[in-house]
């Protein structure tokens, strides 16, 4: 299995909901990722999970909370969000520790109203 | 810090005409060279890569090469295809500790 997959795959919320994105590997990989990417533009850093553990925090406002309940998984908790919040939101994986190779997700399409 | 540079774009092509699209970087290191493909509507999805220099990454028709003395890692395909078209980043990784996009160059071919 070579892929990661991300449910769902469209959400809209309003900004007093919550919400969760999810993410899944089974590459035996130890390093996810969540990327926000704007049209028109490249994927911006949200977090790193090493080895289950937040390794960098790219000063992502607190209305974003990732998890990682294990090595497959990672999750991204949604709430109190503002419609400039609305972007494609990928997931990635890598082997062998931080910042290598990295295979994506198809990504969830947040709307915010 | 590290950086990466390509040409943004759009390029439009005819079907079956070559395609360049320059990446140049800059790191303090010997990084790692990407390039990622996405389609529309769809995430990343590696298209080669190259981790020393002289290095050629190679994929479905797709091939860059890692030139140590210009910085750059440009993308070529003899012949391009109306499916070819979508968005090509230029990526690296060095050392572990960071991972570092091109703002994308989007590709248009025409039949």
């Known amino acids: 299995d070579t892929e990661v997959t991300q449910t769902p795959k469209h959400l809209v919320m309003g900004m007093t909901n919550k919400k969760s994105l999810k993410c899944e590997q089974h590459?035996?990989?130890?390093?996810m990722y969540w990327y926000k990417q704007k049209a028109k533009k490249p994927p911006e850093l949200m977090f790193v999970?090493?080895?289950?553990?937040?390794?960098i925090n790219e000063s992502v406002p607190s209305r974003f909370s990732p998890e990682c309940p294990n090595s497959s998984l990672l999750n991204l908790h949604l709430h109190a969000l503002q419609p400039e919040d609305s972007a494609l939101y990928l997931c990635?994986?890598?082997?062998?520790?931080?910042?290598?190779?990295?295979?994506f997700g198809p990504g969830t399409r947040l709307t915010v109203l | 810090g590290d950086s990466v540079t390509q040409m943004e774009g759009p390029v439009t092509l005819s079907e079956e005409a070559f395609l360049t699209i320059n990446c140049t970087y800059t790191?303090?290191?010997?990084?790692?060279l990407f390039w990622y493909v996405q389609y529309p509507g769809e995430g990343l999805q590696l298209l080669l890569k190259?981790?020393?220099?002289?290095d050629k990454g190679s994929n479905k028709g797709f091939e860059a090469t890692y030139r140590k003395e210009t910085t750059s890692f440009h993308l070529e395909k003899g012949s391009v295809q109306v499916s070819d078209s979508a968005v090509y980043f230029c990526?690296?990784?060095?050392?572990?500790?960071?991972?570092?996009f091109g703002p994308g160059t989007r590709l248009s071919v025409l039949p």
């Open positions: 990635a994986s890598s082997h062998r520790g931080s910042y290598n190779e990295q295979f």
């Open positions: 590459m035996g990989h130890r390093a």
């Open positions: 999970y090493s080895y289950e553990k937040l390794s």
């Open positions: 790191a303090t290191g010997y990084p790692s």
């Open positions: 190259a981790t020393k220099a002289d």
């Open positions: 990526a690296l990784s060095e050392g572990g500790q960071n991972f570092v």
